[in-house]
C-alpha cells in the first residue's frame, strides 16, 4: 500500500529533492513500512508527479487493486482524499515501480512543503538476513508550464529473518538419514559428533562414502552418524556448493514410493534385526525429510558402507566379551562401550 501525506519542514533536506530512510524489516512481522520524502520549493504551484522505485530482488511493494487499478491513497490538506488518476505500474524485469498522477490539482504545493510517502513492503520467503539497497529515480513534478527535476537517491532495507532449524533424532542404531530444502550448518558436540556423509559411488553391494563438512547444501542427501540423541541443523545464510556426485536423493514430504521409480532403497535393518544398512524398501511411503538410494533394478538386497577414514560400522555385541583396546575419541581407555565412535584395536568403529 502506498500512502501520501503532507508534510511542512520534515527533516533537513534541500529543497527540489526526494529521499527515503532506512527501513528496519523483521521478518517475523510480515511486512514492513518504507517511508519516503518529497520536498519542492514551488510557492502555490499545481503538480503532477512521477517516480521510479527500484526494489531489491526479493522485495516487493503491497498495493491496493480495484477493478484492475493500481492506487494509492493521497492526503491533502488533512482531509483523505483517494486520487483515482494516481497508478502504481510494476516492471518485473526491473523489479520497478512507476509512480505516476495526471491529477495537478490534488498537488498544490506550498512554499517549503512536499509530501510524506509510506509504502508497505513484503519480503519473498526465500529471502536472507542482509542489507539491500532501494534507488528513488526518475523523479519530477511538472504542471505544463514548470518542470521539476531531482536527483536519484538510494537507500537501504536492512532485513532480518530468523533461521530456519531442523531437528533430527538418532537412534540407539548410530544413524539416520536426512534431506532438506534449505543449507544448513552442521553442529557438534564433545565427541565431534555428528559425522556427515553422502554415496559417492557403489561398489558391489558397498556404498562408498565421503564426508560432508562444515555445511550441508540445501536438496542434498546425507547419512548422520552420531550418538543417540537429537541434533539441531541450523539454516546456513552462505553461499554453499552443491555435492554433484551424491547418489542420494531424498523427499521434504511424505511421498509415495510409486512417484519415485527405481528399486528403493533406506536405511535400516535387514530380517530378523540384522546389520544396519540400505534395504530394498517395502513400504508404500517416505516419511518426509528421509534421504533414500534408488537402482534401476533390484539385483542386490541391501548396500553396506565404506567410510572414507576406514571407519567400520559394527554391531556392539560383536565386540564385548572380547580382549580388545577401546578408546573414546578423547583418548580415554572404555571397559563397557555403549553406542557411538571409539577407537577399537585401532581402528575407528561405529557401535550400534
Known sequence: ???????????????????????????????????????????????????????????????????????????????????TSASLKYFESTNSYNVITQNASAYKINQKSGYYIIATIQADEDVVSGTYPVTLKNITMADGVVEVSMPDFTFNIIYTKAAKTYDLTVTDAGMATMYLDFPVTIPSDANNLPAVYYVAGIEGNTLTMYEVENTIPANTGVIVVGNQGTYTFTESTGTVAAITDNLLKGVTASTSVSSLGGTIYTLGRGKNGGLLGFHKYTGSTLGANKAYLTRNNGNVNAFDFQFPDGTTFINRLSVTGQKNEIYDLQGRKVENPTTGVYIINGVKTILK
Request: with cysteine.
Open 1 to 83: 500500500m502506498l500512502s501520501f501525506l503532507p508534510f511542512v519542514g520534515m527533516h533537513a533536506q534541500s529543497q527540489n529533492s526526494m529521499w527515503g530512510e532506512d527501513v528496519e524489516f523483521d521478518a517475523s512481522d510480515g511486512t514492513a513500512d518504507m517511508e519516503l520524502y518529497l520536498s519542492v520549493d514551488e510557492a502555490g504551484r499545481y503538480f503532477a508527479t512521477h517516480f521510479t522505485i527500484v526494489m531489491p530482488k526479493g522485495f516487493t511493494i503491497v498495493s491496493e487493486v480495484e477493478d484492475g487499478e493500481t492506487f494509492f491513497d493521497c492526503y491533502v490538506n488533512n482531509s483523505r482524499q483517494r486520487d
